[in-house]
């Protein structure tokens, strides 16, 4: 007899190069190119890369100056968050026409549970094919699906077919999919645990399951456990339709290195503006302070402070983060100034989900 729950009927729906894709649609002239969004031959980072710019190596978070090196023709364009949003609060109400268990991750991604559905349909197979079908015709836009019982399986399950394509794991499925699966494409298995993980001779899962809990504790800590069980199929973390936020940020990357705290102060004042408007819309308030610092060569510092009341002020946010700034000398010239605030006031608020058995 299985451990796991075999009666949820979980979606993870993924956009395939969500911006990138976005800026093909809108700029036909774009269609078939190697672009990328964000970055640009000497600046910043790549924010999405169509898919004809990932052939080369392009990915997102990679510098600018190397999506150029790794693709002489890669076409940079700036980012139109509010055309994402815009497309994304349109996909999000195809997937309210099928359930109100919609957890987004971000503005491209989001699982859904439809163990219980709108459209009565006992097959999540034939909704998530539904669901890609309509988010194409209604945006223009491509989508890609994994569909099984829990929110691990259907994340890894969504890559499988990209783009444009899906994956179904079935109850029956569930143990021989994940004792097959590369131990390096486990969601939440990073390169650093991958390799760690190779050294211990875990390649796959079926390597990964044959290693006993205090084991995998002794190398992973709590990672350990939560490792133990995904790789039996158990993970019974809910679809939990409204994200709480754990921290609130904003942060900029220059043109040109700063070499003064006088111009960086100048930066923070803009930054902590920013935040405001942001923290006010959402009426969210917090008490630590992180101001982030990232350097000419790429090192990365962050410096936090925790106050006893909540805030949400710009000056308030400037202050701290100016005290911050000062803490210690600056190791060299500054390319990204950022703050963020967490500690927040936001409540986590649990959705009860009643679960029938259906068909796959």
Known sequence: MDDFNRDRKIIHVDMDAFYASVEQMDHPELRGKPVAVGGSETRGVVSA?????????????????????????IIFVKPRFDRYKEISQK????????????????????????????????????IAREIR?????????????????????????????????????????????LEALPIGKFYGVGKVTRDKMYQLGIF???????????????????????YYYIV??????????????????TEHTFNENLTSEIFMEEKLQTIAGELERRLKRYNIAGKTVTLKIKYSDFTLQTRSKTLPYFISDKSLLFDTA????????????VRLLG?????????????????????F
Do not use: W
């Not at 988010?135 to 969504?158: D, M, W």
């Open 91 to 126: 996909i999000r109400k195809i997937f309210l026409d099928y359930t109100d268990l919609v957890e987004p991750l971000s503005l491209d991604e989001a699982y859904l549970d439809v163990t219980q559905n709108k459209k009565g349909n006992p097959s999540a197979t034939l």
């Open 339 to 359: 703050i963020s605030l967490n500690n927040l006031n936001t409540e986590v608020k649990k959705t009860v989900v009643v679960q029938l058995r259906f068909d």
């Open 322 to 333: 100016k005290e911050l700034l000062y803490q210690e000398r600056m190791k060299n010239s």
């Open 204 to 226: 796959t899962g079926l390597d990964l399951k044959q290693k006993p809990l205090d084991f995998l504790e002794k190398h992973f800590g709590k990672s350990g456990v939560y």
């Open 232 to 249: 039996r199929g158990i993970h019974n973390s809910e679809v939990k339709p409204e994200r709480i936020a754990k921290s609130v940020a």
């Open 49 to 73: 890369a169509s898919y004809e710019a990932r052939k080369f190596g392009v990915r997102s978070a990679l510098s600018g100056a190397l999506a150029k090196r790794y693709c002489p023709e």
């Open 133 to 177: 079908q309509r988010i194409f015709t209604e945006t223009g836009l491509t989508a890609s699906a994994g569909i099984s019982i829990n929110k691990f399986i259907a994340k890894v399950a969504s890559d499988y077919n990209k783009p444009n394509g899906q994956k179904t794991v079935t109850p029956d499925e569930v143990i021989p999919f």
